[in-house]
């Protein structure tokens, strides 16, 4: 039994040492998860969310313009210093500049029979991301009932209505529909090539080629262009069963989504060449890939609204990969937008595409 117990615990020093000398092991057992940690405790624990809205003033009341000061004052607002018509305010919200309009009505803050001010505002949100509309309009709500509270009225009469800007029959799904689209073209374009090539390393097939006139270069385009083909096939597939199945409605234009589709599988696919070409195995190449996509699958506004993100960190997520991935499907195929109109998602996307690939070739190992 004395032996039995040595053993055992011999090969579990043994064990915990080669533990300690992986730096990779270490850093994905520790640092990674503090990563995480760090960084959606921050979303979730971020009690000082601020909204960036526009407000409209139409009503020009004394009420009005004190109510458009203390929003101004406000930790919870942060308002677009132009003097912005609604046209020009939703705009903005389309592109993400805004998060929410606000309109005082003519009439709103009038002092009625009663004496006191009364009215209904209105909050615009842009449909698909009702979170944010819905979160505005309850946080005014709030503020009116206190302004309520304090006349000591028994009924409110002052109040918010919400209104949804491009709101011609699209769902939920249709807004959604992107963002499961860059899931897609993440998932193809890392996890399969960070998983095919090592595995062509450990067959010795990549070493059979080095031995004729065949280039690191070549080697990652021809990859490359295979993927980018099946990729292509499943993203159809995709829009076909959208379409059939949930009545997918297409309000862009498809000479304008396809290219861009082929641009951001172009790019992402970058990421898969450059984890499969430099690891030597799939011990290696697992756990940079998930490195490398949670944090995009996350932060990126596919599966989360950014706008519940503290400020510092939505100005960094509108870099990462996938975020003009996402934001640029999501406007060519809900709001007619051009490929002019996407210009800067469509330079960061080509900007990551050539460091990716540029690193991909550079970093490549055949065996």
């Not at 009341?61 to 004052?73: A, I, M, P, Q």
């Not at 919400?162 to 959604?176: I, P, R, V």
Request: net charge neutral; aromatic share 14%.
């Amino acid at each position: 039994m004395k032996q039995y117990i040595a053993a055992t615990l011999g090969i579990t020093k043994a064990y915990l040492l080669r533990f300690s000398r992986d730096k990779v092991g270490l850093f994905f057992t520790f640092l990674f998860p503090l990563i995480f940690l760090f960084v959606f405790g921050s979303i979730f624990n971020n009690n000082s969310v601020n909204f960036k809205v526009a407000v409209i003033d139409d009503a020009k009341t004394k009420f009005s313009e004190e109510f458009v000061k203390n929003l101004n004052e406000s930790d919870t607002f942060k308002l677009n210093d132009e003097n912005l018509s609604l046209d020009a305010a939703r705009q903005k919200m389309s592109r993400g500049e805004i998060d929410s309009i606000i309109v005082l009505p003519n009439g709103f803050g009038a002092v009625g029979q009663e004496r006191v001010p009364s009215g209904k505002l209105d909050v615009y949100y842009q449909k698909g991301k009702e979170q944010s509309g819905q979160t505005v309009a309850a946080v005014m709500q709030s503020i009116l009932d206190e302004i309520n509270a304090k006349f000591g009225r028994p009924s409110a009469q002052l109040t918010v209505e919400q209104k949804a800007t491009n709101d011609s029959g699209l769902s939920q799904f249709d807004y959604t529909f992107s963002g499961l689209l860059g899931f897609t073209i993440l998932s193809m374009g890392i996890f399969g090539l960070a998983n095919s090539m090592p595995q062509e390393k450990k067959t010795g097939s990549f070493r059979r080629l080095r031995a004729s006139p065949f280039t690191a270069g070549q080697l990652i385009m021809g990859n490359g262009l295979y993927y980018i083909a099946i990729t292509l096939l499943s993203v159809a597939t995709m829009f076909l069963v959208g379409t059939l199945v949930f009545g997918f409605d297409m309000r862009g234009s498809w000479l304008q989504l396809l290219p861009f589709i082929v641009l951001s599988v172009w790019m992402m696919i970058g990421f898969g060449l450059l984890i499969g070409g430099w690891a030597r195995n799939e011990n290696q190449s697992a756990p940079v890939s998930n490195l490398i996509s949670f944090p995009m699958m996350f932060l990126s506004g596919a599966f989360f609204p950014r706008f519940l993100f503290p400020e510092f960190l939505q100005n960094i997520t509108a870099y990462i990969p996938l975020t003009p991935v996402v934001d640029g499907l999501r406007r060519i195929m809900t709001e007619n937008a051009t490929l002019v109109d996407l210009g800067p998602e469509i330079a960061i996307i080509v900007a990551w595409g050539v460091v990716t690939y540029i690193a991909a070739i550079k970093l490549f190992r055949w065996e």
